[in-house]
């Protein structure tokens, strides 16, 4: 009986006392930090696999063998305390990535009662494009890191042995993979500012010079390669999708001002006044106001009028 009273006093714009809101809040949150919780468990078990699975762009070498001159690397564990860093370290952040649904779906719960219908629309849209663009740039981030990872270790000087910890391969690679995915979500982005109302198509194609220029300038720095490959495995697909987020919104813009003539004016800018009468069934002749009775000239009460009015108007 309480709860069925608890469900009928909610509001449907989701308005609700404090306290309502901060027991929602906890009640999200704990079933995010559930979900967590249970992806990493899973990932404890099978660790010993994703570390195998991560580490595979490294050309390790075989167990009698000694890095010499860079050819291969040696993955060991440098402290006594690492294994368990590290293991504890990569189960986390796969619970984080792979548990992101759930617990970005409870925070979009909690938030989505006080957006209002077209923000509500924008977000779905937002999510729904989010996630295989996020997908892709991992994907090609996990592709070119063994051409990275060679060309890294071809620079270890001859005579050396290259000894890489497994903590710091795997940081690498989760690095790398962050990177490229959020690298993907730019022109999303740009597509986001323009339903907004905030970006237009025609200055985002004013930008496409230095846009083009920074995008290979990131592909150079964050890919540690000495040849072009990296550099243009990652710049080449957001130079794409950066054109193709230009060319949606110019189309959006020139469908907005179809819709509303004024949508493309400045924020100083006036539009065009529409002077012309409407006119809705019969028209009908507008009568002359009717004049005021008129009042006597003289003295009343002490204050001369002339006309109606008195001396002081």
């Known amino acids: 009986m309480l709860k069925s009273a608890r469900k009928q006093e909610k509001d449907p714009e989701g308005r609700m006392p404090l306290v309502e809101h901060l027991r929602e809040l906890r009640n999200r949150m704990a079933k995010g930090l559930l979900a967590i919780a249970a992806v990493t468990i899973v990932a ?11 580490t595979k762009s490294v050309p390790t070498c075989a167990p009698d063998v000694t890095s010499n001159g860079g050819n291969c690397a040696i993955v060991s564990f440098n402290t006594l305390m690492a294994p368990f860093s ?15 649904p759930i617990w970005l779906y409870q925070l979009w719960a909690f938030v989505a009662p006080g957006l209002h219908k077209n923000e509500k629309k ?17 994907y090609l981030a996990y592709l070119i890191l063994p051409i990275s990872v060679k060309v890294l270790i071809s620079l270890t000087p001859e005579g050396s042995a290259n000894i890489l910890s497994l903590g710091d391969v ?5 690095r790398m993979v962050l990177v490229f995915g959020l690298a993907f979500e730019l022109p999303l982005v740009l597509v986001m500012l323009n339903l907004t109302g905030v970006l237009t198509g025609r200055r985002m194609a004013g930008w496409w010079r230095g846009v083009i220029m920074g995008v290979f300038v990131f ?9 072009p490959v990296g ?21 959006n813009d020139r469908r907005r001002r179809r819709n509303n003539p004024d949508a493309g004016l400045d924020d100083d800018e006036a539009s065009v006044l529409d002077l012309t009468p409407e006119t809705v069934g019969a028209v009908e002749p ?26 002081i108007t």
């Open 219 to 227: 592909g150079a720095v964050i890919t540690p390669t000495t040849d």
């Open 122 to 138: 924008y977000t779905y849209a937002f999510v729904g494009a989010a996630v295989p663009l996020f997908a892709a740039g991992a």
């Open 44 to 54: 404890l078990v099978y660790s010993e696999e994703l570390m195998q699975f991560l």
């Open 231 to 251: 550099m243009i495995a990652l710049a080449g697909p957001i130079t794409v999708l950066y054109f193709g987020a230009v060319g949606f919104s110019l189309l």
């Open 86 to 100: 590290t293991t504890i370290q990569l189960s986390l952040t796969t619970g984080l990535v792979v548990a992101s």
């Open 170 to 174: 795997l940081d690498f690679t989760l």
């Open 286 to 311: 507008v009568n002359a106001p009717r004049a005021l009775p008129e009042q006597a000239t003289g003295d009343h009460g002490g204050v001369r009028r002339l006309n109606g009015y008195d001396d």
